[in-house]
């Protein structure tokens, strides 16, 4: 089974606003990243989470984690339209990166 | 810095062809890796490479997938023969040191079509 659920899967929000991602893994993680892949484009690596990091801030990004619930949240404070793209959370363990299934976000102007 | 380069953008073929990918990653990164990502799922791992050498091909259908980083520098992923299933985006990335407490550094990737 796929390591690294999102939820929502799609989200449709008006410029200004905030938007909340939230991503759940299954196994123990050296650290959790988020990336952003516009449509067509390759992914952009946004943040990094450590296992012993609690909450993080980025600019317009708040990431927090949860290792109790293996889960972690993305918050994007006052949208952009220039932010739709789709979000994947990335749970980190040994060497390899496992992705999410990624979240559609539409920031609508 | 120039960024992850890969080659061609799109490709088309018939199932049962074969196909190669080409990618160049950042200059003086030492790990690159491969993802195929079917539409509407996130990118799975195919195989990494440390330098020449292979870390993780685990997930790599090694009865029609290959991978090859020959200098260390750029790599090469081929399927013989294609099947229908593997239309996906094939893309590249990069950094600099095999850990994953590392970013990644993506490529365009080539979106790969099978008819």
């Known amino acids: 089974s796929q390591q690294g659920e999102e939820d929502p899967q799609a989200l449709s929000i008006q410029e200004g606003e905030n938007a909340t991602m939230n991503c759940s893994y299954k196994t123990s993680i050296n650290n959790l990243q988020w990336y952003r892949q516009n449509s067509g484009r390759g992914l952009v690596h946004l943040i990094l989470i450590r296992s012993n990091e609690r909450e993080k801030h980025s600019g317009r990004l708040r990431v927090t984690l949860d290792t109790s619930k293996k889960s972690s949240s993305l918050l994007i404070t006052a949208s952009r339209a220039a932010d739709t793209a789709s979000y994947f959370c990335?749970?980190?363990?040994?060497?390899?990166?496992?992705f999410g299934e990624g979240t559609q976000l539409t920031v609508n102007p | 810095e120039a960024g992850v380069a890969q080659s061609p953008r799109y490709k088309i073929i018939e199932k049962r062809q074969s196909v190669a990918f080409w990618c160049n990653p950042i200059?003086?990164?030492?790990?690159l890796y491969w993802y195929q990502q079917i539409l509407g799922q996130g990118p799975k791992l195919l195989i990494q490479f440390q330098n020449n050498g292979v870390v993780d091909d685990s997930q790599l259908p090694k009865d029609r997938f290959s991978a090859e980083r020959l200098k260390g520098v750029d790599s090469t992923l081929k399927i013989q023969p294609a099947k229908l299933e593997d239309s996906a985006v094939y893309l590249c990335a990069s950094s600099s040191q095999p850990y994953s407490n590392q970013p990644q550094h993506f490529g365009d990737g080539t979106r790969l079509s099978i008819l």
């Open positions: 990335a749970s980190s363990s040994g060497s390899r990166l496992t």
């Open positions: 200059s003086g990164h030492a790990t």
